[in-house]
Nanobody, 117 residues
Framework: QVQLVESGGGLVQAGGSLRLSCAASGLTFSTYIMGWFRQASGKEREFVVFITGTGDNTYYADSVKGRFTASRNYARNTLYLQMSSLKPEDTARYYC??????????WGQGTQVTVSS
């Protein structure tokens, strides 16, 4: 059973920074692609970033490119999302995601990020 537990969300002013964490268990952390999605109130969930198992390659949504950085800590089985130059439109609930493991995709419970103007 895969478990993904996000943390690090909160309230921040525009232009500020936050770092989200996703503690993963139940899978071989270094093998699988992982990612972040987000969902703003009243909107559909949208892709933010994918990062490969080795961490060598990342794929960002255009809306966050240059401002957000995904990384992995293999000693802690933790996925991070460093967010900088935050904008009010980044306000959303952020979800950790494993797109494929043992025939299923997996989601965390999410962590709320609110950016005030």
């Amino acid at each position: 059973q895969v478990q993904l537990v996000e943390s690090g969300g909160g309230l921040v002013q525009a232009g500020g920074s936050l770092r989200l964490s996703c503690a993963a268990s139940g899978l071989t952390f270094s093998t699988y692609i992982m990612g972040w999605f987000r969902q703003a109130s009243g909107k559909e969930r949208e892709f933010v970033v994918f990062i490969t198992g080795t961490g060598d390659n990342t794929y960002y949504a255009d809306s966050v490119k240059g401002r957000f950085t995904a990384s992995r800590n293999y000693a802690r089985n933790t996925l991070y999302l460093q967010m900088s130059s935050l904008k009010p439109e980044d306000t959303a609930r952020y979800y950790c995601h494993v797109p494929y493991y043992r025939g299923s995709e997996w989601w965390g419970q999410g962590t709320q990020v609110t950016v005030s103007s």
